[in-house]
């Protein structure tokens, strides 16, 4: 039974009084926040640690820039086996250049693929 002045028979203020189990709503809020911190941190991390691999995968790659285009290439050989078949070259030398040229392209598109 309330009074005036929110006052009970026995003088305790009621709104002093919480339900059961109020008090626990700040401590799950900060629960949450810390865990979604500590997820976040984590997710961070890993991130960060990924990115290094991959940079440190580009610095042993040669660029891209220096080596010579596919299209370059395969250019080379078609003109190369025209040379041959015109007889401006030997067999030997044709077949040395060709697996050269060949290894060069199949390098490079490794690298392409990746």
């Given at each position: 039974?309330?009074?005036k002045d929110n006052k009970?028979?026995?003088g305790v203020f009621l709104s002093n009084v919480k339900p059961d189990g109020a008090g626990n709503?700040?401590?799950n809020l900060f629960a949450v926040g810390a865990a979604f911190l500590g997820f976040?941190?984590?997710g961070l991390g890993i991130w960060w640690w990924r990115l290094s691999d991959q940079v440190?995968?580009?610095e042993n790659s040669p660029p891209l820039s220096?080596?010579?285009m596919l299209d370059e290439l395969i250019t080379e050989v078609a003109?190369?086996?025209?040379?041959h078949e015109q007889k401006g070259i030997s067999a030997e030398e044709y077949r040395l250049k060709r697996r050269a040229l060949l290894e060069r392209?199949?390098?490079?598109?490794?690298l392409v693929i990746r």
């Amino acid at each position: 039974m309330t009074l005036k002045d929110n006052k009970s028979k026995n003088g305790v203020f009621l709104s002093n009084v919480k339900p059961d189990g109020a008090g626990n709503n700040t401590s799950n809020l900060f629960a949450v926040g810390a865990a979604f911190l500590g997820f976040a941190v984590i997710g961070l991390g890993i991130w960060w640690w990924r990115l290094s691999d991959q940079v440190k995968e580009g610095e042993n790659s040669p660029p891209l820039s220096d080596a010579p285009m596919l299209d370059e290439l395969i250019t080379e050989v078609a003109l190369l086996d025209e040379t041959h078949e015109q007889k401006g070259i030997s067999a030997e030398e044709y077949r040395l250049k060709r697996r050269a040229l060949l290894e060069r392209a199949k390098q490079l598109s490794r690298l392409v693929i990746r």
